[in-house]
């Protein structure tokens, strides 16, 4: 595999592939190692993003926490995990294994959590084993309060600006945007003038599946959050949007990761196209798990044949 | 000196441990009363560990073919044991001359022991199949950890196993292609499946685990890019799957072992916990194809010749070992409808052990586990007791007996002449299980109770072994997204004796085998 041709650098993180898992999807130990080609995945990831923590543990949702819906899955897992504590001792060193840059995606109820859990991270983190923060700004299934942050670019301003204000230039502050809104380039400009380093979209779009058996919603939390192939043309349209209408996306001194139903090489592409620097790829890994080093090796073999890198392709559908 | 047979050059070092590995197993035939009849004295070091080859008998038997070390024997069962360093030729010509003389009995059988773990591993590759046909594995270092726990337990452990090794627990989850060797309809109105798939390499999947399946037919890329308008299929607007779906498995076969040969096969107990066959490589699965079911729709469309992609072994390969662990004497296993699917396969892992199981399936009508022998639309078929059923049949197999194997079902179509007409009762599996257990004098032995099926019945079950004393495992089975414990999709709500609060357990990483009584029922 040409690998230079497929490096990316996020700022100043260095990758060697655009390929990064997506957040809730890869888990956040050392739940890869079980894997036949668990060699041939680290080949393929450029980082790893780990499951959405808290500051407080988290029991999740109840009763059915996922439904199949056309090439996309609904869910509502409501962020269950051990919290940042046990999260830091017990599960961040397994996944130190992999050798690849982490990006550790942080969720909360308030701005004054988000702020004190990213400072928690940091000043615990002795080792500097993290690279990123990934601000969850939008995750569906925390009731009224997670969509009130990602909608409201002013809500998006404040949390951006206490994380980066409390974890300075330390690490890199990602902030993952929500499709939830009709201009995707207010929370995006919002995120940027609160200080964030890079942007990430698409969280997954809010949706209900209803069983007709029953009458009744399928998921126990009602809606849920719609990833996989039924959403792929929303995320690359809102990286395509923030590209072209706001000059820190386009002259990439605020580089974006492309997110949602990513299936093959050329869907990853598409996202490049559009003006994604490095793409995550979540529910189709769930079918495939070779997917990534299936669509490295695309994207290699593309490069190859159109003689070109990874990052000349960026923002290449807008024409210059 | 070099061995006839044998590599040149590391003939001391060898005869050394042979001498050891014979003295160990020595100890472990005991057991189970084998005497040993023969053995080859260029193989062995005299005088190393007890051994004293003069008082043995060194004279070949007839039906002994050259190149076996020693021959141990009890009763008509003879157990003919080869070291695996020789060449694949030689032994190969082995296994053909003990399989040859023994016409397909299981009275004679061959065991090679291979040098360590990894080797064993790789001998028992189904490419490797032709080598060692019909034969069984054990290595250096099973036989060793077996005859040390035996000793330190004054031979009383009849099942129990050695602490694993890191080694031993982890077996790779593998994502491979399968070729659909068979799909055929079972019951009346095809609303079953049976679907017989072959891995292009071994697969080490044990009772309990499960596996997620692609429902049609992959591509070249998983999911195509657009579609140009004319090009479309309109049949295609109706909803297709994306994810993989979950299924246990029903039954494994094994390269030149017929699919009955448990009803042959007796193993000494204590002798086969470290015996070990080829990997298995063609697995059944069977299903029910759900009402509105995207994906057991177009499983069930799948024709011979399919290739799909499988991902596993999945969840925890615990629960053998826990079974002998705990020195369980009869597993009583109890299936409602599919629920009985994978129980099939645990039971063919308990006879191998040779394990007394009772069975209690519970359906809808024995006519809905028919099917033909040949291919049929599965519509219109109509049954007769000589068509074979699955479960029973399947039992039947394995080696328990009609006496063994009890049925409930809702109503009529359900005569049954392969089991005793006692053991056919109307109503739920759950009843005909507690009034089982009221008549039986079960007391006293140490009995394990393994369910599958609907939530209404594994909770009652729960509440009626509780009852007796009798421990209850269940196979949990919730809707599912990776299958590897990443995404926690697929939670059951548990509380482990001695934690505060409960939590939510991943059925295909934890699970799916659970405690019944650590599970908090909705
Ligand atoms: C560990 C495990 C083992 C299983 N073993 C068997 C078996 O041996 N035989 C058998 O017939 N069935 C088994 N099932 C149930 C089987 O997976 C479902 O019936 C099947 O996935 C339904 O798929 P569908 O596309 O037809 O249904 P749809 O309703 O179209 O599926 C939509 C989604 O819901 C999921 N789903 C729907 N029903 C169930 C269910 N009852 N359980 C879990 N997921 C469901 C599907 O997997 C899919 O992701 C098992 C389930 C699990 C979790
Ligand atoms: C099961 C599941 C759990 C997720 N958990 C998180 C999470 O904890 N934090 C987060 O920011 N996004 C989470 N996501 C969203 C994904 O990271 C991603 O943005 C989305 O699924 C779209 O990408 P995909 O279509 O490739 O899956 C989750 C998605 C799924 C399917
Ligand atoms: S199915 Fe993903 S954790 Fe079990």
Redesign the interface.
Do not use: C, H
């Given at each position: 595999m040409a690998i230079n041709k497929l490096k990316v650098t996020l700022k100043h993180l260095r990758l060697k592939t655009p390929l990064m898992t997506a957040s809730?999807?890869?888990?956040h130990g050392d739940?890869l190692t079980?894997?036949?080609?668990?060699q041939e995945i680290l080949g393929a990831l450029g980082a790893f993003v780990t499951?959405g923590i808290t500051f407080k543990p988290r029991?999740?949702n109840?009763?059915?926490?996922?439904?199949?819906t056309?090439?996309?899955?609904l869910?509502s897992?409501g962020l269950?995990n051990s919290g940042v504590k046990v999260f830091l001792k017990d599960e961040l060193p397994l996944t130190l294994q992999y050798k690849l840059p982490i990006i550790v995606n942080i969720s909360a109820d308030t701005v004054e959590e988000f702020g004190e859990l990213a400072a928690y991270l940091i000043d615990n983190d002795v080792n500097s084993i993290i690279s990123g923060i990934e601000i969850n700004v939008s995750c569906p299934n925390l009731g009224e309060h997670g969509s009130i942050f990602g909608t409201d670019p002013k809500a998006v301003e404040r949390v951006v600006g206490t994380v980066k204000k409390r974890v300075g230039d330390k690490v890199l502050v990602i902030t993952k945007l929500t499709p939830n809104v009709t201009d995707i380039t207010g929370p995006a400009k919002a995120a940027i003038a609160g200080g964030t380093d890079v942007l990430s979209m698409i969280n997954t779009l809010r949706g209900i599946a209803i069983d007709?058996?029953n009458c009744r919603p399928f998921l126990g939390n009602i809606s849920g959050g719609l990833s996989?192939?039924a959403i792929k043309p929303v995320g690359v349209f809102m990286v395509y949007e923030c590209y072209k209408k706001i000059p820190e996306c386009m002259n990439k001194s605020v580089p974006i990761i492309g997110i949602g139903g990513i299936?093959?090489y050329?869907?990853a592409l598409e996202y490049i196209m559009a003006g994604a620097t490095a793409v995550g790829i979540g529910?189709?890994?769930?079918?495939?798990?070779?997917?990534f080093e299936e669509i490295a090796k695309g994207i290699s073999d593309y490069l190859g044949n159109n003689n070109t890198t990874v990052e000349e392709l960026v923002g290449k559908a807008h024409g210059h | 000196m070099g061995i006839k047979g044998y590599p040149a050059g590391i003939s001391a070092n060898i005869l050394n441990d042979n001498s050891l590995c014979l003295s160990l197993l020595r100890i472990i035939l005991s057991i189970d009363k084998y005497r040993i009849i023969y053995i080859d004295p260029c193989q062995f070091k005299d005088d190393a560990f007890g051994l004293n080859l003069r008082e043995m008998n060194c004279l070949r038997p007839m039906d002994t073919p050259e190149g076996v070390a020693f021959v141990a024997q009890h009763d008509k069962k003879k157990l003919l044991f080869c070291f695996g360093d020789q060449g694949p030729a030689r032994l190969s010509e082995i296994a053909n001359m003990i399989r040859d003389s023994d016409k397909g009995q299981f009275d004679s059988i061959g065991i090679m022991i291979v040098r360590d773990e990894a080797g064993m591993k790789d001998r028992r590759r189904v490419s490797k199949a032709d080598e060692w046909p019909r034969g069984f594995f054990s290595c250096f270092e099973e036989i060793r950890r077996k005859a040390e726990e035996l000793t330190a337990k004054g031979h009383s452990g009849r099942h129990t196993c050695a602490p694993l090794t890191e080694s031993h627990m982890r077996t790779s989850i593998m994502s491979v292609m399968a070729e659909v060797k068979e799909n055929i309809p079972v019951g009346e109105n095809g609303g079953h499946y049976k679907l017989r798939f072959q891995t292009a390499r071994s697969f080490n999947v044990t009772p309990g685990q499960f596996i997620m399946t692609d429902t049609t037919p992959r591509g070249q890329d998983t999911i195509a890019g657009p579609v140009a308008l004319e090009s479309m299929n309109f049949s295609r607007i109706a909803p297709r799957s994306y994810l993989k779906r979950p299924f246990g498995i029903h039954r494994s076969f094994y390269r030149h072992f017929d699919k009955d040969y448990l009803q042959k096969l007796s193993l000494p107990p204590a002798l086969a916990t470290v015996l070990h066959t080829v990997f298995p490589d063609e697995f059944e699965i069977f299903y029910k194809v759900l009402t509105n079911g995207v994906g057991t729709k177009e499983l069930s469309g799948l024709k011979k010749g399919a290739r799909i992609q499988i991902v596993g072994p999945l969840g925890k390969d615990r629960i053998i070992r826990e079974i002998r662990d705990e020195a369980v004497e009869e597993i009583h296993v109890i299936g409602g409808g599919v629920g009985m699917a994978p129980l099939i396969f645990m039971v063919q892992a308990l006879r191998y052990y040779s394990y007394n199981v009772k069975a209690f399936i519970g359906t809808e009508k024995i006519s809905m586990l028919k099917y033909k022998r040949e291919a049929f639309d599965g519509l219109d078929a109509t049954f007769t007791d000589e068509d074979p059923a699955i479960y029973i049949d399947d039992l039947l197999e394995t080696g328990l007996k009609g006496e063994d194997i009890y049925v409930s079902s809702a109503g009529p179509g359900s005569s049954c002449a392969k089991i005793p007409e006692n053991n056919l009762y109307e109503g739920f599996v759950s009843d005909q299980y507690n009034k089982y257990l009221r008549d039986a004098s079960a007391g006293r032995k140490k009995i394990l109770a393994l369910a599958c099926g609907p939530t209404g019945m594994m909770k009652a079950l729960a509440s009626i072994t509780g009852g007796y004393g009798i421990p209850l495992k269940v196979l949990m089975e919730k809707r599912m997204a990776c299958g590897i414990g990443v995404c926690l999709s697929c939670v059951c709500e548990t509380k482990k004796p001695g934690e505060a609060e409960s939590k939510y357990s991943r059925v295909c990483a934890d699970g799916p085998i659970f405690n019944a009584s650590e599970i908090i029922w909705q």
């Open positions: 809730g999807t890869a888990g739940e079980v894997l036949d080609n668990y499951k029991k999740g109840p009763k059915i926490r996922v439904i199949e056309r090439m996309g899955l869910n897992i269950q007709t058996t996989g192939p299936s093959t050329s869907d529910t189709a890994w769930f079918v495939n798990p070779r997917i | -």
